[in-house]
Nanobody, 127 residues
Framework: QVQLMESGGGSVQSGGSLRLSCAASGNTISNYCMAWFRQAPNREREGVAAIDSAGGTAYADPVKGRFTISRDNAENTVYLQMNSLTPEDTAMYYC?????????????????????WGRGTQVTVSS
């Protein structure tokens, strides 16, 4: 079992930056695949970024070059650095964990559902 708690969301203006954190407890995440998802009102949840246990990463096309996922296994925490934010990035952001994953499948929406989820943190970007 892994418990996840997101933090770092907030309201920023277009062009701004935020760094989301996902603190894990209950188990070490060093061997887990970790991912960030987001869901905007009236839209389906989408995979934004994923990182596997070897450090391999993948990003959804809308965030490539702007978002960076990273992990600190010593702190049992995963981060999502978000730069050049636009109003289209406004959503609830969720952290998720799975024992195995293929990161490209996470961000293209064909990965099986992740078993462990946080409660989310809201990101609002104003124009």
């Amino acid at each position: 079992q892994v418990q996840l708690m997101e933090s770092g969301g907030g309201s920023v203006q277009s062009g701004g930056s935020l760094r989301l954190s996902c603190a894990a407890s209950g188990n070490t995440i060093s061997n887990y695949c970790m991912a960030w998802f987001r869901q905007a009102p009236n839209r389906e949840r989408e995979g934004v970024a994923a990182i596997d246990s070897a450090g391999g990463t993948a990003y959804a096309d809308p965030v490539k070059g702007r978002f960076t996922i990273s992990r600190d296994n010593a702190e049992n925490t995963v981060y999502l650095q978000m730069n050049s934010l636009t109003p289209e990035d406004t959503a609830m952001y969720y952290c998720a964990a799975d024992e195995l994953c293929r990161v490209n499948r996470v961000v293209t929406g064909v990965h099986p559902p992740f078993p462990y989820w946080g409660r989310g943190t809201q990101v609002t970007v104003s124009s």
